[in-house]
């Protein structure tokens, strides 16, 4: 018998230097966030070992940049609405939101303690 039970709530709001994210679930199985990123804003430079995500940039223009851990090339690709991106686990990224920008996150389970920065953002730099 499923002991669960349907719940309904608010999504908790995290203020971030680069904009917010609203978590809408986070629990031992996987993770949703809404990520609204300010203008000319940007989130640390980082990877997790364990932490694997999607992204759906529901409005906005950014740019990603990533490592090709092949052959260690910093690469950036520009994303526009109803682009999806995977991000491995280990797989050193970062957003820079070219204008207002929403993305939709999907992921494994959020844990603070596997976001391993290699480079500031905008959370880093007040």
């Not at 409005?59 to 609405?81: I, M, P, Q, W």
């Not at 939101?97 to 959370?123: C, F, M, N």
């Amino acid at each position: 018998m499923n002991t669960k039970r349907l719940t309904v709530g608010k999504a908790e709001t995290h203020k971030k230097g680069w904009g917010e994210e609203l978590w809408i679930i986070n629990n031992d199985k996987y993770c949703g966030k809404l990520l609204k990123f300010n203008k000319g804003a940007s989130f640390s430079d980082h990877y997790h070992i364990n932490k694997d995500e999607a992204w759906y940039v529901l409005e906005g223009t950014l740019e990603l940049r990533y490592y090709d851990l092949a052959n260690a090339d910093r690469l950036t690709k520009v994303l526009k609405k109803g682009d999806v991106v995977h991000i491995p686990s280990s797989t050193p990224h970062q957003l820079v939101a070219l204008e207002a920008s929403t993305v939709i996150e999907v992921s494994t389970p959020h844990e603070e303690s596997d976001s391993y920065r290699i480079g500031k953002g905008d959370s880093q730099k007040k």
